[in-house]
């Protein structure tokens, strides 16, 4: 009679988080088991404590941190091997192993040989619903506590994933200790926001060597932001700075735009009614050079 250890994981393809898999040999049945994805959050919280009840389980963890250095690969290895590790302490009985998806991540260790790898596993078979179910419960309660820790960016709402809520938080505050900084999408933010604090400073560094005294950078409210705040000759300049690395970076600069600085600036000069002020503009190139400075009103 087979006895099964059902294995999958949860987390592979998220922005922030850990990576977390699961495995399961069922003691006895459970109805109502499926692909964790499938089923409500409520729902997969039932069956997580139920599951947890009636079968021998294992998790393994790896950290956004370890992803980075390790590649999503070993990290799978890693984190599946440790789930193992954890349901074979507890000394259950199994003769057959099956991995949702197409990877032996067990290949290369005596247990090996009793792998089957199945895609869709955890919608087919129930120790494997159960190990995606158990997986995804404990990283989601992990991201919503994760969320009190970090709650500029929503964790609790999109569990790491990139949804455009999370483009929106990252673009604004930037990546935090638990983004996976070797994924693509964060790479690639965190150049933009290196090179956007460069262009910034080049742009600080162009008005101050024109007579102008830097009152605020990244000057910001619940509502609105300045880049720099400077003056010269008694008037304050709200200057929008625009790195681009090809093109010119004034397209930006749209009359919606214009708006936005206008009531920022607005908002600003409540507490000095006695200055005068003027929009501004600057355009800095790939090479961090000013390439523009435009007086916008």
Known sequence: MKKLLGIDEVGRGPWAGPLVVGACVLREPIEDLNDSKKLTAKRREKLAAEIHEKAYCGLGWVSATEL?????SDSLRKACREAVKAVQAQKPEFNEIIIDGTI?????TPLGRYVAVLPKADALVPEVSAASIIAKVARDNYMIELAKKYPKYGFEKHVGYGTALHRAALEKYGP???HRKSFRPIAELAHNIKAGQLGEKSAADYLVANGHKIIERNWKTKWCEIDIISE???ILYFTE???RKRGNGLDAITSTKQKQMHFAAEMYLQKYQDKSARLAAIAVGGDYEVTNFLVLE
Do not use: A
């Not at 980075?68 to 999503?72: C, K, S, T």
């Not at 032996?104 to 290369?108: E, G, I, M, T, V």
């Open 68 to 72: 980075d250095q390790l590649g999503l």
């Open 104 to 108: 032996n991540f067990l290949s290369d």
């Open 176 to 178: 935090c200790e638990e």
């Open 232 to 234: 010269k000759d008694d």
């Open 241 to 243: 700075v625009k790195y």
